[in-house]
């Protein structure tokens, strides 16, 4: 089946201007998480989402960004009034239940804050 | 932040040799994964060891577990050009539950 898909791939703003990063987890799985990888640097965990309970916000930097998941599929990560040390590839990964297994990757969204 | 730290940062070898990575962690874990990432972009699962498991085997990689050292070694036997990529461990932190803490990675670079 089809893997975790991210749109856009690329994202190119000017600072102040607001973006939206979309996540599409893999069918079925009921964990969906976020990260922000800097470059040349390891992973950042931002949110997790599992099923209907609250999101784990506890990785956000800061106020201005946030995310929802709706229908517990699609995700939508939203930073506003973006900075330039916004910039980052932004990964997102799902897994089948969160109970510490493999997580499944998207591609990422790399995003250039002007 | 970051829990697990790894070793080398950067690692160049030829085509057939080993590579070894190591990662050290902090905090007490569920399990501890590998996995690797091409261009900067999507990551991929590679192995995952559980916490009273030592050593485990997956085709050319062998990764090792050392729960009082608070460290892991990852093996590539026989590296190949296309080996060349960023390695990552992760680890499950036993407070935080649900997601994984990632090292600063290990680039490596198989020369033909």
């Known amino acids: 089946g089809a893997g975790v898909s991210q749109s856009p791939s690329n994202k190119v703003t000017e600072k102040g201007k607001d973006v939206e990063l979309r996540c599409d987890p893999i069918?079925?799985?009921?964990?969906l998480y976020w990260y922000r990888q800097s470059l040349g640097q390891g992973l950042e965990f931002l949110i997790y989402?599992?099923?209907?309970?609250?999101?784990?916000k506890s990785g956000l930097p800061s106020d201005r960004f946030s995310a929802e998941r709706t229908g517990g599929s699609v995700s939508t990560l939203t930073i506003q009034r973006t900075q330039q040390e916004d910039s980052a590839v932004y990964l997102c990964?799902?897994?089948?239940?969160?109970?510490?297994?493999?997580?499944?990757f998207g591609p990422g969204t790399r995003l250039t804050v002007l | 932040s970051q829990q697990g730290e790894e070793d080398p940062q950067a690692l160049s070898i030829q085509e057939g040799e080993n590579a070894t990575m190591n990662c050290s962690y902090k905090t007490s874990i569920n399990n501890l994964q590998w996995y690797r990432q091409n261009s900067g972009r999507g990551l991929v699962h590679l192995i995952l060891?559980?916490?009273?498991?030592r050593e485990k085997h997956s085709g050319r990689l062998r990764v090792t577990l050392d729960t009082s050292k608070k460290s892991s070694s990852l093996l590539i036997t026989a590296s190949r050009a296309a080996d060349t990529a960023s390695y990552f461990c992760?680890?499950?932190?036993?407070?935080?539950?649900?997601?994984?803490?990632f090292g600063g990675g290990t680039r490596l670079m198989v020369k033909p």
């Open positions: 990964a799902s897994t089948p239940w969160a109970n510490n297994n493999e997580q499944f």
């Open positions: 992760a680890t499950d932190d036993n407070n935080a539950g649900n997601m994984l803490t």
């Open positions: 989402f599992q099923g209907n309970s609250a999101p784990d």
């Open positions: 060891i559980r916490s009273n498991e």
């Open positions: 069918s079925g799985h009921t964990a």
